[in-house]
Protein backbone atom coordinates (compact mmCIF):
# COMPACT_ATOMS: atom_id res chain seq x y z
CA UNK A 1 0.00 0.00 0.00
CA UNK A 2 1.07 3.45 -0.68
CA UNK A 3 1.86 6.43 1.85
CA UNK A 4 -1.37 8.23 0.65
CA UNK A 5 -3.50 5.30 0.32
CA UNK A 6 -2.55 4.41 3.59
CA UNK A 7 -3.68 7.49 4.94
CA UNK A 8 -6.58 7.73 3.24
CA UNK A 9 -8.15 4.51 4.98
CA UNK A 10 -6.38 5.53 8.25
CA UNK A 11 -8.91 8.18 8.90
CA UNK A 12 -11.97 6.32 7.85
CA UNK A 13 -10.47 3.34 10.07
CA UNK A 14 -9.95 5.90 12.69
CA UNK A 15 -14.08 6.11 13.23
CA UNK A 16 -14.50 2.45 12.99
CA UNK A 17 -12.22 2.02 16.05
CA UNK A 18 -13.70 4.26 17.84
CA UNK A 19 -17.22 2.79 16.97
CA UNK A 20 -15.94 -1.07 17.81
CA UNK A 21 -14.09 0.16 20.99
CA UNK A 22 -17.38 2.50 21.95
CA UNK A 23 -15.02 5.36 22.57
CA UNK A 24 -16.30 9.35 23.14
CA UNK A 25 -17.16 11.21 19.79
CA UNK A 26 -15.95 13.79 18.36
CA UNK A 27 -12.70 14.24 20.52
CA UNK A 28 -13.80 16.86 23.21
CA UNK A 29 -10.62 17.44 24.91
CA UNK A 30 -11.26 15.46 28.34
CA UNK A 31 -10.62 11.75 27.12
CA UNK A 32 -6.86 10.63 25.42
CA UNK A 33 -7.31 7.75 22.79
CA UNK A 34 -4.54 5.27 22.84
CA UNK A 35 -2.55 5.59 19.35
CA UNK A 36 -1.08 2.11 20.54
CA UNK A 37 -4.51 0.51 21.08
CA UNK A 38 -5.41 1.62 17.79
CA UNK A 39 -2.17 0.37 16.04
CA UNK A 40 -2.77 -3.18 17.44
CA UNK A 41 -6.32 -3.14 16.03
CA UNK A 42 -5.35 -1.52 12.94
CA UNK A 43 -2.65 -4.09 12.46
CA UNK A 44 -4.57 -7.46 13.26
CA UNK A 45 -7.84 -6.09 11.33
CA UNK A 46 -6.30 -4.05 8.32
CA UNK A 47 -2.56 -4.87 8.13
CA UNK A 48 -2.19 -4.23 4.82
CA UNK A 49 -2.75 -0.54 6.11
CA UNK A 50 0.21 -0.41 8.31
CA UNK A 51 2.64 -1.79 5.36
CA UNK A 52 3.55 1.49 3.66
CA UNK A 53 6.88 2.95 3.21
CA UNK A 54 8.23 6.42 5.34
CA UNK A 55 10.44 7.93 7.41
CA UNK A 56 11.18 7.07 9.97
CA UNK A 57 8.70 3.82 10.16
CA UNK A 58 4.92 3.64 9.07
CA UNK A 59 4.31 3.53 12.78
CA UNK A 60 5.70 7.01 13.59
CA UNK A 61 3.56 8.46 10.45
CA UNK A 62 0.72 6.50 11.40
CA UNK A 63 0.90 7.95 15.11
CA UNK A 64 1.04 11.36 13.66
CA UNK A 65 -2.46 11.00 11.66
CA UNK A 66 -3.95 9.30 14.77
CA UNK A 67 -3.12 12.52 16.92
CA UNK A 68 -4.21 14.99 14.29
CA UNK A 69 -7.44 13.06 13.84
CA UNK A 70 -7.79 12.48 17.47
CA UNK A 71 -7.38 16.00 17.64
CA UNK A 72 -3.95 14.89 20.51
CA UNK A 73 -1.20 16.78 18.27
CA UNK A 74 -0.18 18.38 21.51
CA UNK A 75 1.33 15.32 22.76
CA UNK A 76 3.74 16.05 19.90
Known amino acids: MK ?5 AAISHL ?4 VEQAKEPWPPDG ?3 YSFGTFWTWLH ?3 HQCTQF ?5 ARYI ?5 DRLT ?4 RN
Open 3 to 7: KGEAE
Open 14 to 17: VDKW
Open 30 to 32: LHH
Open 44 to 46: DNY
Open 53 to 57: RAVPN
Open 62 to 66: AEMWF
Open 71 to 74: KQTW
